[in-house]
């Protein structure tokens, strides 16, 4: 009988002793197979983020729900609504859009969540690959009727600055990074972007420009102006590697638009 009981004691204690060898072992073997997860991630979102391309197809570290070409096509020409045409577009823009979203200075739900899962390196990366790619052929209807006429001489009374003055006479842009060419974008996204502006939900501009600029416009004036730039051919602006300079800046000490308070939430600080 102490055979019997002492072999089942004896066995009760081997697995009481394994039990208590290993058991602190668990957490352990928990933590490095964990381990072995984030590096295995780590190592697939470096791959994703090789360079601007993978990232704009991949949606690098934010994964394939963030990838840039499921709106802004795989040439980076938009969606001739909501997503604006990127490929062409000034690096220096592109840029300070991508930190600004980022950061949340300018504001969307949907470009912030994107900005944020990529590092900036990542962001430049993309920036890049999207100014340097071709602009896209597209079909336009030749504007007959002329330029508004708040677009190429603003309105000195209301204090309105030519948008021609920093965008271009046929909204090619100036090739510094605040100047973006406006040529050729899709009518609803202009439109949607001035009404931003004008309502102070987007205010990402050097020194309050965008915003007093587009301020005292009426809504006709925003669609007229919209209408009449979607129609406009696009074509590349002057290159320029700054993401901050701009010749709005120049504008914004022209008495119409310095007229405005300026906020410590702009860009540039000021």
Request: aromatic share 4%.
């Amino acid at each position: 009988m102490a055979s019997p009981s002492g072999g089942a004691f004896g066995t009760g204690a081997v697995g009481g002793g394994w039990m208590q060898v290993r058991a602190p072992l668990a957490p352990l073997m928990l933590l490095m197979l964990l381990a072995g997860c984030e590096a295995a991630a780590t190592d697939t979102d470096r791959v994703l983020s090789a360079n601007g391309e993978v990232i704009a197809l991949s949606g690098g570290a934010g994964g394939a729900a963030n990838a840039c070409f499921t709106c802004h096509g795989l040439d980076g020409g938009g969606d001739g609504a909501a997503a604006p045409r990127l490929a062409g577009l000034d690096v220096g823009y592109l840029q300070k859009q991508m930190e600004d979203y980022a950061s949340g200075l300018r504001a969307d739900d949907q470009m912030t969540r994107i900005a944020k899962a990529l590092d900036q390196r990542s962001r430049r990366e993309v920036a890049a690959y999207y100014a340097a790619l071709p602009i896209p052929p597209t079909e336009l209807n030749a504007a007959a009727a002329p330029a508004p006429s708040v677009y190429l001489r603003g309105d000195p009374a209301r204090g309105v600055v030519a948008c021609a003055a920093c965008h271009g006479l046929n909204g090619e842009g100036t090739g510094l990074g605040g100047n973006p060419q406006i040529a050729g974008q899709p009518y609803p996204y202009l439109v949607e972007q001035m009404e931003r502006w004008k309502s102070g939900e987007r205010r990402n501009d050097p020194r309050g420009v965008m915003a007093a600029a587009v301020k005292p416009l009426s809504d006709p004036e925003i669609r007229a102006i919209g209408l009449w730039l979607s129609a406009q051919p696009a074509s590349p602006a002057p290159a320029s590697a700054s993401a901050t300079g701009s010749a709005s800046v120049d504008a914004a000490a022209r008495p119409a638009a310095s007229r405005e308070t300026r906020r410590p939430d702009r860009s540039d600080g000021a």
